[in-house]
């Protein structure tokens, strides 16, 4: 017992020592600034909601009074022309809303592409080139026709990735090494992009219709 | 002299029925075919050579961390110090990705071969102050695939705009229209605007054999004109 209480109070005084020694000098206290300087790393939140208003769908490029918009049994969930004729131009309404939030003061980029070339998927058969363009549209209405000029959506040279079938779904990404023009900029950290669709069909020849597909990729990038 | 007046009336009504047959004849002319080309102008102000595209960072969204920390000085022991942190390189880019599937059905046009061109859409790119033709001449074609008489109509459908809103007059832009392998004319002409020139086409040609013109297009770009990509619709419509 002895020898248990000697060797306790041995251990407390070895304990008390140690704190002494590790313990800095408190008596002498420095202040100084620290320059802390970091980069914060950009948050973006977007959504991409196709067929956005009531009233969307396709209409054959006329001038004068337009024809009332009608789309095929994809959409809502997909950009559905519906029945289109080869040669002809046609204008989709109210195709797509982009949404972006970001903690990014500068902006952000806004890039759009197609991620294969226009397919028919009833034989396969590609038609590389430009036939989809995309313009500027409104949250509610706007006065878009089939000869309002549009930009072309460009066939990507970055890298695809994910399903690139003709099913409404995850489909396809894009990873780049190179950014492409970007379509549209914001120097606020949130703003809402609306665009009509335009495509142009390409001629086809007698019994090669079908169902033509494409898909459209949109990457928003912080400044 | 009532034989002969029957005869002067007769020769009136049908000098009369000539003269009338003409508008009619041509007003029962019917549109067969009309194809819009997308005409897109890269105005950029500054010269490209020396732009460098941005790049992608090797891992997206994962920034690195550049830092380092030294031992204080033994007379420095009791002072406060720090290193100063910093993140190296421009790699706080983040990428949000979404798509959409864009489809359509699309049913061969029994007229569809009538008018056509080699290409749905002319890109160029011009400076303020510029006047660029596109090269190589002849690369835009539009024909006619037409052996009955016919006549062909051009135009754009408005003035060059772009995604700001700022537009182009549609007259900056101008074509040299010639038959395939035949000399260029000795100068472009400029388009007319269907929206602000009346709502009319101006008439490009007719014939009654099949034909494939050339069309070399010009823009003239205004030196106050902002950088931007501007475009319309070149139409060109087939009656017959």
């Given at each position: 017992?002895k020898r248990?209480l ?5 251990a407390?005084?070895?304990?008390t020592?140690?704190?002494v ?8 206290t ?19 909601t196709?067929?956005?208003?009531t009233g969307?769908?396709a ?5 004068g009074?337009?024809p009332a ?9 997909t950009?559905?022309?519906g029945t ?14 982009i949404?972006?939030t ?11 592409e ?26 509610t ?10 930009l ?7 890298s695809?990735s ?10 396809p990404?894009?990873a780049?090494?190179?950014y ?21 069909v ?11 597909y494409v898909?459209?990729v ?6 | 002299?009532k ?7 007769a020769?009136?009504f ?20 009309q194809?819009?080309l ?8 500054t010269p490209?050579?020396?732009y460098?595209?941005r ?14 920390l030294?031992?204080?000085e ?7 110090s720090?290193e ?14 979404h798509?959409?599937l864009?489809?359509a059905?699309v ?19 011009a400076?303020?102050g ?5 090269q190589?001449?002849?690369?835009l ?13 051009e135009?754009?459908?408005t003035d060059l ?10 007259t900056a832009?101008?074509?040299n ?11 472009p002409?400029?388009?007319i ?10 008439g ?8 494939t013109?050339c069309?070399?297009?010009?823009v ?7 950088d ?11 009656f017959?």
């Amino acid at each position: 017992m002895k020898r248990y209480l000697l060797g306790l109070i041995g251990a407390i005084f070895a304990a008390t020592a140690l704190i002494v020694v590790l313990s800095p000098a408190d008596a002498v206290t420095a202040t100084g600034n620290a320059r802390v300087e970091w980069h914060q790393m950009p948050i973006i939140n977007f959504t991409l909601t196709p067929n956005y208003y009531t009233g969307y769908g396709a209409v054959l490029a006329t001038f004068g009074t337009q024809p009332a918009p009608t789309h095929g049994p994809g959409a809502p969930a997909t950009v559905d022309f519906g029945t289109t004729v080869g040669g002809d131009t046609y204008l989709y309404k109210y195709a797509a809303h982009i949404h972006v939030t970001t903690n990014d003061p500068s902006g952000f980029l806004v890039y759009g592409e197609a991620a294969i070339a226009l397919t028919n998927n009833s034989n396969a058969q590609t038609y590389p080139g430009q036939y989809l363009y995309y313009l500027n549209s409104g949250a509610t209405s706007d006065s878009n026709t089939g000869f309002t000029p549009g930009l072309p959506f460009s066939q990507t040279i970055g890298s695809v990735s994910g399903s690139t079938a003709d099913i409404a779904g995850a489909g396809p990404t894009i990873a780049y090494t190179i950014y492409p023009n970007p379509i549209a900029q914001s120097v606020t950290p949130n703003n809402d992009f609306y665009y009509d669709y335009q495509f142009k069909v390409p001629n086809v020849a007698a019994g090669a219709g079908g169902n033509f597909y494409v898909w459209i990729v949109y990457t928003v990038v912080g400044e | 002299m009532k034989r002969l007046q029957m005869f002067l009336v007769a020769a009136g009504f049908m000098m009369l029925a000539l003269v009338l047959a003409q508008p009619v004849k041509a007003t029962i002319q019917s549109q067969q075919m009309q194809i819009a080309l997308n005409i897109s102008v890269d105005v950029v102000g500054t010269p490209i050579v020396g732009y460098v595209p941005r790049e992608a960072p090797s891992q997206a969204g994962v920034p690195s961390i550049a830092s380092a920390l030294r031992r204080a000085e033994p007379s420095m022991q009791r002072a406060f110090s720090a290193e100063g942190l910093h993140f190296a390189g421009d790699s706080t880019m983040v990428a949000q990705v979404h798509n959409v599937l864009v489809q359509a059905e699309v049913t061969p046009n029994p007229k569809g071969t009538i008018l056509v061109s080699n290409v749905p859409n002319v890109s160029m790119m011009a400076a303020p102050g510029q006047t660029v033709t596109v090269q190589p001449l002849c690369s835009l074609t539009v024909s006619v695939n037409m052996a009955t008489a016919w006549s062909l109509e051009e135009g754009v459908a408005t003035d060059l705009t772009s995604a700001s809103g700022a537009t182009l007059p549609g007259t900056a832009l101008a074509n040299n229209t010639y038959k395939l392998a035949a000399t260029p004319q000795p100068k472009p002409t400029p388009y007319i605007v269907y929206a602000t020139d009346g709502s009319v086409w101006s008439g490009l040609a007719s014939g009654t054999a099949i034909t494939t013109y050339c069309v070399d297009l010009t823009v003239t770009v205004p030196a106050s004109t902002v950088d931007g990509i501007y475009s319309t619709d070149a139409v060109y419509t087939l009656f017959n």
